[in-house]
Structures are given as structure tokens and as C-alpha cells.
């Protein structure tokens, strides 16, 4: 898949996002651990799931450094937002909208009929985040993220027809 760039004031890229490689996974593991304390990613899940998962790692970088990820997946029959996060430290600067106009460009090119995720429901920077690109309430999944037992709200977007939310 090809890369994203983002506009910057002048004349470079003020960000791109490309697929993760394996060397990137390390650095990822430990910004689960940063970010999602307990119910983060394992180094082993996040290596076997890269290596067998039907899934793609997306890395955003920001003056060529990496500052966020996501991975998504289709199964043929859904397309799912698995995980989306962007450092503490670059928030607030449209990198988390850059890496859903990349989630959502994909699910569209591969024609899915609408793209799903799971947030926890007290999340409220992400529900926002997920509200401007058209996802709605499905339902929620009692005790889902564990071990801390949140509850998580089910969304969905319809993709026909889907229209940007900025
Ligand atoms: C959710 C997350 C990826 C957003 O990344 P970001 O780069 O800060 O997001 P952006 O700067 O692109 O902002 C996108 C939208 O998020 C919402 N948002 C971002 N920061 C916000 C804040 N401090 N308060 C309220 N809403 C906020 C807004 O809707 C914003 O749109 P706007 O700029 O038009 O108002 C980031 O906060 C994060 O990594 N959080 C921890 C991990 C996480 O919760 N991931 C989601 C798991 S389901």
C-alpha cells in the first residue's frame, strides 16, 4: 500500500504514514505499554498478529520519527478498526483524523459495505473522534477490555454514501 502525506505550511510533508515494518514492532509494544498500561497490546500478540493476522500495521511518522499507529483489517465481510493510537506527546494536531482518513480510504477501496470498531465507552477524545467520521452506536460489549473489566461501545459506519466528517 502506498504511503499518505499530510500537508505542512511549506514545501515538505508535516507527516506520512506508511505500513509498519517488523523493526517498527518493538517501538510499538512499548507504546502500548506507555498508553494502555494493563490491557495493552503484548509484544507476542502484536508479532504474531503482524506475521498471521488478516491485518495491516500503519505507522504515522512526524518529522521522521514515528509518533502513532493503527491496524485495521478486512475479513471480506467486515472492516475493522483494531487499534489507533498517536504519542501523548503529538495529539491535537490532526494526526489521529490523518490516520482515520487512511483507515477509511482503504476500507473504501476494498469496497467494504461498512467499517466497525470497539471504544471504550468512556473515551471521549476517541467517541469524538469516531462521531466526525459518520460511526454510530451499536451496542455495548459489558467488560470488554480487560483486565480492568470497561465496558466498550460497538460502532459502525456505512460506507456507501459515507461523506468526510471535516
Ligand atoms: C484518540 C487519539 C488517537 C486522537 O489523536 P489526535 O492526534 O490527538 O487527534 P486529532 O488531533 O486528529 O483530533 C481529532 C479529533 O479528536 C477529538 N479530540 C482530539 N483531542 C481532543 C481533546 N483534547 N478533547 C476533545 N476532543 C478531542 C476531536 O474531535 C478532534 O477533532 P477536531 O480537531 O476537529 O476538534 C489520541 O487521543 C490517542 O491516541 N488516545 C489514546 C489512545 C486511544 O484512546 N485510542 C483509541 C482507542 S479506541
Known amino acids: 500500500m502506498t504511503p499518505a502525506e499530510g500537508a505542512g505550511a511549506g514545501a515538505a ?25 494493563a490491557s495493552a497490546w503484548s ?9 498471521y493476522g488478516l491485518t495491516r500495521y500503519r505507522g504515522i511518522e512526524l518529522d521522521g520519527g514515528l509518533v502513532g499507529y493503527s491496524v485495521y483489517g478486512y475479513d471480506g465481510d467486515a472492516f475493522h478498526l483494531l487499534n489507533l493510537a498517536v504519542v501523548p506527546e503529538a495529539r491535537g494536531r490532526g494526526l489521529g483524523r490523518a490516520l482515520m482518513d487512511d483507515f477509511m480510504a482503504e476500507a473504501r477501496h476494498e469496497g467494504a459495505p461498512d467499517a466497525w470498531l470497539e471504544v471504550a465507552v468512556d473515551n471521549e477524545i476517541a467517541l469524538a473522534l ?37
Do not use: C, N, T
Open 13 to 37: 510533508p508535516a507527516w506520512v504514514i506508511r505500513d509498519l515494518g517488523r523493526a517498527d514492532l518493538p517501538w510499538m509494544a512499548a507504546q502500548e505499554v506507555r498508553m494502555f498500561g
Open 43 to 51: 509484544r507476542e500478540l502484536i508479532q504474531h498478529d503482524y506475521l
Open 130 to 166: 469516531y462521531r466526525a467520521y459518520g460511526f454510530e452506536d451499536v451496542r455495548i460489549r459489558r467488560k470488554y477490555y480487560q483486565p480492568e473489566g470497561l465496558d466498550a461501545l460497538v460502532m459502525r459506519v456505512q460506507l456507501s454514501g459515507y461523506e468526510p466528517g471535516f
